[in-house]
């Protein structure tokens, strides 16, 4: 049995972190999910705005575009939408063999929405009606205006990845936006097929305290708060009111393990899979952390059910001087304002790409 296939076992689906048309053109996409046991994929603008500026398969679409659309931003989701569709079809079979859980792809509405209710409802619906997959998650971040948002998306149907997600509290908020937006359905007499995941970024924690903590403790805060989120999961599915709700049922808003890529190169490239291997969770990981942990990683012991281990490392790392609240608050914002930088960074891209190519 491969590495991969090892992770698929335990019952962790394993997702990919970008996607360019390159891979899509080229078969690649296609042979990481025959060979890799890939059964999903994650975009962000930072992702789009590398593929957009290094590329040039994006420059016919974009001149085609350009001689009617004035706006650069909707020719970006034009091209997004192109992508993701043909990435959502790749993946379709899986979504028809697990019966909706698995198999999908995510949009993310423009981060400069991060604190617009209204204009992150807006705008996730009219994406998600214009792409037209059931296997494609619209993403919202967990801020405190995404969270009204996500409520009313779930409510209205449509499936959403719940982004920027740092601590166990931004995580149960998350979940509730989740389980709030399944009741209300519940109220309408509608399904409750509405599928959400919770992607909660491993190792900007890492990053973010390497210079603060004792060397015992750097580039362990992560794992531990994906641990301490993991136990918040296993108890919120086993509630009371979540098994109501299956009944009727609606899925889990599975845990997304997002952002575990090691940024230190003094670590194993695949820490971050091998140490949070969990059943019935999401473990997305960009290309290169992928074909590492293909090559060389390995499977773990699991993620301990209890969060007793990781909430005594935390007690730890408070007693070294981290303020774990602040922090938490500190890295949705700076990346929130991270995307936001890579967003305007895109659309000038589109926008520049456009006004050349249709004089050309």
């Keep these: 049995m491969s590495i991969t296939a090892r992770l698929r076992h335990v019952g962790q689906s394993l997702w990919i972190d970008n996607i360019t048309r390159r891979m899509l053109d080229s078969g690649t996409l296609a042979t990481y999910i025959a060979t890799l046991d890939v059964t999903g994929l994650t975009s962000n603008p930072t992702i789009f705005e590398k593929a957009v500026s290094n590329a040039t398969e994006y420059d016919t679409q974009i001149r085609a575009l350009a001689a009617t659309v004035t706006d650069p931003e909707r020719i970006f989701f034009e091209l997004a939408i192109t992508d993701l569709t043909r990435a959502a079809d790749l993946f379709r079979p899986v979504h028809e063999r697990t019966g909706g859980v698995d198999g999908f792809v995510s949009l993310e509405v423009s981060p400069t929405l991060a604190n617009d209710t209204k204009g992150t409802v807006e705008q996730a619906r009219a994406l998600h009606a214009k792409a037209n997959r059931k296997n494609l998650y619209i993403k919202v971040p967990g801020t405190k205006e995404g969270l009204p948002a996500i409520e009313e998306l779930i409510a209205a149907g449509v499936p959403v990845n719940v982004t920027l997600l740092f601590s166990k509290e931004q995580y149960l908020a998350a979940a509730e936006a989740y389980l709030r937006g399944l009741e209300r359905r519940v109220q309408k007499g509608l399904g409750l097929d509405v599928s959400s995941v919770a992607s909660l970024f491993v190792s900007r924690w890492d990053r973010a305290t390497t210079s603060t903590l004792p060397p015992n403790l750097v580039n362990t805060v992560g794992i531990a708060v994906a641990s301490q989120c993991y136990a918040a999961y296993l108890d919120l599915i086993s509630s009371d009111r979540?098994?109501?709700?299956?009944?009727?049922?609606?899925?889990?808003?599975?845990?997304?393990?997002?952002?575990?890529?090691?940024?230190?190169?003094?670590?194993?490239?695949?820490?971050?899979?091998?140490?949070?291997?969990?059943?019935?969770?999401?473990?997305?990981?960009?290309?290169?952390?992928l074909l590492a942990f293909a090559k060389e990683g390995a499977v773990g012991s699991l993620v301990p059910a209890d969060g007793r281990a990781a909430d005594a490392r935390l007690a730890e790392i408070t007693k070294a001087g981290v303020n774990r609240g602040q922090l938490a608050d500190k890295l949705q914002v700076e990346g929130r304002d991270a995307f936001i930088k890579s967003w305007r960074d895109l659309i000038a891209v589109v926008e520049k790409k456009a006004g050349v190519l249709a004089k050309a």
């Design 242 to 289: 979540f098994k109501a709700l299956e009944q009727k049922g609606a899925h889990p808003q599975r845990l997304l393990y997002a952002s575990t890529g090691t940024k230190d190169p003094a670590l194993p490239a695949s820490l971050y899979v091998t140490a949070l291997a969990s059943p019935n969770t999401v473990n997305t990981m960009p290309e290169e952390t």
